[in-house]
């Protein structure tokens, strides 16, 4: 099983509003990881987590808050977004954080109004 | 200066025929290489990962990978229409500062027509 979940899979925000998008995944990985997508563009990474701690962050604005709960769960908080944040935001996880494959969960369709 | 690069599309060809996509990377510390494919306002799956020198193949995807050239790329045969969607070439480094990063080609977009 190589399942990786998402929620919500649409969610449109006003620009004061605090949401949160969440990803669980079961099948013992200890890397996940938040992209961020926009049309027509490859999904760029935002945040890396291994072994629940923070590994990486791509330089992503404070607005995002990424946060990992525990193995299996990430959430990814957000707060004042901007309209160009609008995008898909996808989670994936994997093994290890280095050179092992990465499953994508179906994302989050992002609108900021 | 874009890192992994792949053959500018969009690429048609009719039901039945053979796909290739093509990609190459730059950073000689690249070690794992994998294809996605996405379609339209869905998430990437991947198809196929390699990592070492030659040819892999599952059903009608062959992945071959030339390190020595930098190049990987991916064989569709038989295509359906139901291939259509955007190829993801990417590549992981694993070690320096782009360890744990998955460099993401731009795309190509396969349309496989009746």
């Keep these: 099983d190589t399942e990786v979940t998402q929620t919500p899979k649409h969610l449109v925000m006003g620009m004061t509003n605090k949401k949160s998008l969440k990803c669980e995944q079961h099948m013992g990985h200890r890397a996940m990881y938040w992209y961020k997508q926009k049309a027509k563009k490859p999904p760029e990474l935002m945040f890396v987590y291994s072994y629940e701690k923070l590994s990486i962050n791509e330089s992503v604005p404070s607005r995002f808050s990424p946060e990992c709960p525990n193995s299996s769960l990430l959430n990814l908080h957000l707060h004042a977004l901007q309209p160009e944040d609008s995008a898909l935001y996808l989670c994936a996880s994997s093994q290890e954080e280095g050179t092992d494959t990465q499953y994508f969960g179906p994302g989050t369709r992002l609108t900021v109004l | 200066q874009k890192e992994v690069e792949q053959n ?107």
Aim: with cysteine; glycine share 10%; net charge neutral.
């Design chain 2, 8 to 114: 500018s599309g969009p690429l048609s060809v009719p039901e039945g025929a053979i796909a290739s996509l093509n990609c190459t990377y730059s950073d000689r510390g690249s070690q794992s290489f994998f294809w996605y494919r996405q379609y339209s306002g869905k998430s990437p799956e991947l198809i196929m990962s390699i990592y070492s020198n030659g040819d892999k193949e599952d059903g009608r995807f062959t992945a071959q990978l030339n390190k020595a050239s930098q190049y990987v790329s991916l064989l569709i045969r038989d295509s359906q229409p139901s291939d259509s969607a955007t190829y993801l070439c990417a590549a992981t480094n694993a070690g320096g500062t782009s360890y744990g990063k998955l460099t993401f080609g731009q795309g190509t977009i396969l349309t496989v027509h009746p």
